[in-house]
């Protein structure tokens, strides 16, 4: 009865222990440069727990790229994002279709499952996009778990 115990009560404090993020909603921040190729950003995700602020690591992040004036009207394919020099940095290679506001889904499996999708408006390249160095940032629209609306634009 007591080896029974024991085995339960460590398999509480492995799971507690190396499962920190488990289960908790992932927060995402989204930044991207235009590359030289129209069409083509280099993305940066940040990823961290929502509630404990820890970066999210070890994490495979799959990025959709859709446009929510346009559903389903674009043909982009989804990326897998690789894991960057920091903790809960991934980066990822965009090529879309047009400019125009974009809603990226970030699907987040490994330690937590989540799904982020963050909007962002994109120009060509660092020469058309009116931004300095053609540097994209999200501006809200936040929503998790695959919802159906987008929230509109400041």
């Known amino acids: 009865m007591r080896i029974v115990t024991t085995a339960l009560a460590l398999a509480a404090m492995l799971a507690a222990g ?3 993020l488990a289960g908790e909603r ?3 921040d989204v930044s991207c440069t235009a590359t030289a190729e129209r069409l083509t950003y280099d993305c ?3 990823l961290e727990g929502r509630k404990s602020g820890a970066p999210v690591e070890g994490a495979e992040v799959v990025v959709k790229a859709d446009m929510p004036s346009m559903p389903l009207a ?3 394919r989804p990326v897998k994002a690789a ?3 920091m903790p809960g940095h991934y980066s990822a290679t965009l090529e879309l279709e047009m400019v125009g506001e974009w809603a990226l889904t970030l699907d987040v499996s490994g330690p937590t499952r989540d799904r982020v999708v963050r909007k962002l ?16 940032k999200d501006h809200g629209g936040d929503m998790d778990h695959g919802a159906m609306e987008m929230e509109k634009s400041h």
């Open 18 to 20: 190396g499962g920190a």
């Open 26 to 28: 992932v927060a995402a």
């Open 44 to 46: 940066t995700i940040m």
């Open 74 to 76: 674009h043909n982009v």
């Open 83 to 85: 894991p960057g020099s």
């Open 121 to 136: 408006r994109f120009g060509g390249t660092a020469e058309d996009t009116g931004h300095e160095h053609g540097e994209m």
